[in-house]
């Protein structure tokens, strides 16, 4: 079993930054690729980044790429999302989501096996 705690998320202006945060327990934490997905209300959930502990390789969703990073720190058993130049379309709930599948990338969230609860974005105009 895997467990995931997002934190971060808040109220920011446009063009502000933001950095969620995703802590890991229950299992080795290295083994596990790990994704961001983000859901706004009545919208579909929406690929944001992924990240593969072996050698560090990233993926992003076309609408965040060039603004967010996605980074890890494997001795905390932490992955992040540094979210900058932020929009009013990047409002909704961001989660974490970690696979023990060794394709790459995963890009839907049917291939994610275990979930954070989520937390709050709102970018204001």
Known sequence: QMQLVESGGG???TGGS?????AASGRTFSTY???WF???PGKD???VAAIRWSGGSTYYGDSVKGR???SRDNAKNTVYLQMNSLKPEDTAVY???GTTRSSWPLLRQNEYDYWG??????VSS
């Open 18 to 22: 933001l950095r969620l945060s995703c």
């Open 95 to 97: 989660y974490c989501a």
């Open 45 to 47: 959930r929406e690929f």
């Open 38 to 40: 983000r859901q706004a």
């Open 117 to 122: 609860q989520g937390t709050q974005v709102t």
């Open 33 to 35: 690729r790990m994704g």
């Open 11 to 13: 109220l920011v202006q």
């Open 68 to 70: 967010f990073t996605i």
